[in-house]
């Protein structure tokens, strides 16, 4: 067979590989076409030599949010760049109806064209997108999302019962821009687990990768513990942050969320960006309780990186909040027991002149979100590898795992029929994280000046080469991913 593509001398590693294996990667019409210790270069166009570099499947990020802060057109294009930076190839995005996004309400049906239309041809990567349903009308509209559009994850933000995006909202209606009369509340979490299941026993075929995912904080928790750190003055930055939305506040959501899944035999649950000691034991405890429910455990690569008195200034500010160190290294104790299931960026670029407030000091004023999937996989082989995380269980956490979750039935593996999704990673290269060098709008981030010691040079999306020598040079060349994708 000819090849389009020969990735020569690398060192694969894949989520069933225990240990990285010397292969060369041949590739042909986008896909992985051969796999072997060597492939003559006259059997292809190009030759990319990997010089032993580590070959890791192109990160699936399962969690980024392109366009609340910036128009969609424009995130797709220019975050899509910093995440070829971070090895991600398929970038995963939640979308709302409400303020931020298109900042519109009405069905999705009317909706989620204007989303599709709004970052077609614009994206360096591939991408897909996980719908909230914020309304009656949007639960009735799930089965028309998974038939028509291929959206098969849905998501809940259960803090918005009572809270807005960055705060206190005092109107719920108006932010989340749903019809008079209707809430958005526990009960109208247990109609969307409800719809969703129905879903599920409607389209048998999809059932397993269709799936719920839900922030887990409780707003009334988190508007009473803000008032109380408000008034206390020895709080400030992001630990009065943290202290405000406090880790018990996520523990009680995901508990809640648990049973409601128990009640409404929806059993594809997933507990998004959890950022504490007791939110992971919260997410255990269901676990041991619902045998029955497929639980699976995210955490970001902010919350692994960063604490509290670590990250760099007010930037770091989002939500569930950046915890102090003992919760970074509990996070980091589960995620190396087995316990965490996949690892994102929850990328959400806010330039400077949107985070920060007035007076810019105070974090109650700030915007919330940061981008990072450009540190998500040379992060996580950095701080993984100073802790024994190994390689395979890394290509597991970032690829084959939230594929898998999300119906990319073409992507996560390094194995033949495979997209060639490829992030060549240097494992031996010492650099200073500098807000400057990202490709992101973004004019700072909360981990400048932490020192990685793993860089990715060089990414291709379906073997076309997007980051060479870490500098972007591919086209506007990523799909819409249709799931779920399919295998020839």
């Not at 166009?45 to 969609?72: C, M």
Request: charged share 25%; net charge negative; aromatic share 8%.
């Amino acid at each position: 067979m000819a090849l389009d593509l020969i990735i020569a001398n690398a060192l694969v590693v894949d989520h069933d590989r225990p240990e990285p294996e010397r292969l060369d990667i041949g590739v042909a019409d986008g896909r992985i076409a051969r796999l072997a210790p060597s492939i003559p270069a006259e059997d292809a166009a190009t030759v990319v030599d990997a010089e032993g570099r580590l070959a890791f499947p192109g990160v699936v990020d399962a969690h980024q949010h392109w366009g609340i802060y910036n128009p969609l057109s424009v995130d797709t294009e220019v975050e899509s760049r910093a995440c070829a930076q971070g090895g991600v190839t398929s970038a995963l995005n939640y979308m709302r109806t409400g303020q931020y996004y298109l900042n519109k309400g009405g069905p999705y049906a009317e909706f989620f064209p204007e989303v599709l239309a709004g970052s077609e041809g614009r994206a360096l990567v591939d991408y897909a997108f996980h719908l909230a349903p914020m309304m009656n009308e949007h639960i009735d509209e799930i089965p028309m999302l998974i038939e028509r559009f291929g959206v098969t994850s849905f998501k809940i933000f259960m803090f918005y019962g009572g809270h807005g995006l960055h705060g206190r909202s005092s109107d719920q209606s108006a932010f989340l821009m749903t019809p008079e009369g209707e809430r958005y509340d526990f009960a109208h979490f247990e109609f969307v687990m409800r719809g969703i299941q129905a879903a599920r026993e409607r389209f048998p075929d999809l059932a397993d990768e269709i799936s719920l995912g839900l922030h887990c904080e409780t707003a009334e928790i988190m508007t009473a513990y803000t008032k109380l750190v408000e008034a206390d003055s020895s709080l400030s930055g992001l630990a009065a942050y943290s202290a405000s939305r406090p880790p018990h506040s996520e523990g009680l959501a995901v508990s809640i969320a648990a049973y409601l899944a128990h009640e409404t035999g929806l059993p594809k649950i997933n507990l998004l960006h959890l950022s504490s000691a007791k939110a992971v034991d919260a997410a255990l405890r269901m676990a041991r309780a619902f045998p029955h429910i497929d639980f699976r455990r995210e955490v970001t690569i902010g919350h692994l990186l960063a604490d509290v008195d670590t990250a760099h200034g007010l930037g770091g500010k989002v939500n569930p909040p950046l915890r102090p160190r003992e919760d970074v290294e509990a996070l980091w104790r589960h995620l190396l027991d087995g316990e965490l299931d996949w690892v994102v960026s929850d990328h959400a670029c806010c330039r400077e002149e949107l985070k920060f407030g007035n007076p810019p000091e105070d974090v109650f004023l700030a915007k919330s979100g940061f981008g990072g999937a450009e540190y998500l996989l040379p992060g996580l082989v950095t701080e993984g590898g100073r802790r024994g995380l190994s390689y395979q269980r890394i290509a597991q956490l970032t690829s084959w795992n939230p594929a898998q979750r999300f119906g990319l039935r073409t992507k996560g593996a390094l194995q033949v029929g495979y997209d060639a999704d490829v992030a060549l990673v240097d494992p031996s290269v010492t650099w200073t994280v500098r807000a400057e060098d990202s490709e992101s709008a973004q004019e700072y981030t909360p981990f400048e000046g932490f020192e990685l010691t793993a860089a990715v040079t060089d990414t291709f999306l379906r073997g076309r080469r997007i980051l060479a020598d870490g500098k972007v040079t591919g086209e506007a060349d990523g799909v819409y991913l249709r799931r779920p994708t399919v295998r020839d």
